[in-house]
């Protein structure tokens, strides 16, 4: 087995700056939670690549890891190791499943890869999404899911769906209500048992990112939503059609301006 690293800056060159008009707000005295100081110092969002093969069992991985350079601040350290962890785990669990396979190949081998986009950056929230292909030796057909990353940096915290909705707020039946008009229109078969698949569970919308150009974008994975042949539907929301559930205060509000 050989490991061979190799690292490449993404093309473009993004910056995350906080503008502070006459330095960070006051603390709030009735409150016990420090004051993270304003991030002020550029950052960029560069990529590390990994490459490995195996010859019993045969595979081949190939991994792309995000990281935001420089990394002096804590939280941007705490960015780089979330993302890693996600990069690793996926990476982990493919080697298990090899754990299984036969030393003697059926066809090719099998393959693992994962690429990442960034969807949407804005002030410190960035949205990154993970697409991951993988094929294990003998199967009828490849198969590939998402993973999305929400992060505030200022903050220092991953977010949730749950962080850019009102309190109490139905937003998950709202999404599923415009997801379901939007799936039913499309030639993917939604309609023959699969409406499920995006009915307001959590679950169901654990993929989304936020989209510099105003979209709320979930992602539904291949059989979640459609059949296999299908592949995985993308449902682009406005934040024009959320206005009564979003809280315009919260990590949409970069978006929202």
């Not at 045969?58 to 705490?78: E, F, G, H, M, N």
């Not at 059926?106 to 697409?131: E, R």
């Not at 654990?206 to 994975?221: A, C, M």
């Amino acid at each position: 087995m050989k490991t061979i690293l190799k690292n490449t800056l993404v093309t473009c060159v993004l910056t995350v700056v906080v503008l502070a008009c006459g330095g960070p707000a006051p603390a709030d005295t009735n409150t016990s939670q420090p004051v993270l100081p304003v991030m002020v110092e550029p950052v960029e969002l560069k990529s590390s690549t990994v490459n490995e093969e195996s010859q019993a069992p045969i595979y081949k991985i190939t991994a792309q890891t995000p990281y935001l350079d420089p990394a002096t601040d804590s939280r941007v350290q705490a960015f780089n190791e979330a993302v890693k962890s996600i990069v690793d785990g996926e990476v982990a669990a493919f080697k298990g499943g090899m754990a299984e396979m036969p030393a003697e190949p059926i066809s090719a081998g099998s393959s693992f890869d994962i690429q990442h986009q960034l969807i949407g950056q804005k002030g410190n929230i960035w949205s990154i999404q993970f697409n991951i292909n993988g094929y294990a030796d003998g199967a009828a057909h490849p198969y590939h899911y998402s993973i999305t990353f929400n992060y505030d940096l200022q903050n220092g915290k991953q977010l949730i769906l749950d962080d850019l909705f009102l309190p109490n707020s139905n937003y998950l039946q709202v999404l599923s209500d415009i997801s379901k008009t939007d799936l039913t229109s499309r030639n993917i078969g939604f309609e023959a048992g699969f409406q499920q698949g995006a009915d307001p569970l959590p679950g169901n919308y654990r993929n989304w990112n936020l989209s510099n150009e105003g979209f709320l974008v979930i992602t539904f994975d291949e059989g979640q939503v459609s059949a296999y042949a299908a592949g995985p539907q993308t449902v682009t929301i406005p934040f024009s059609s959320l206005t009564q559930v979003i809280n315009a205060q919260g990590p949409l509000a970069p978006f929202l301006q």
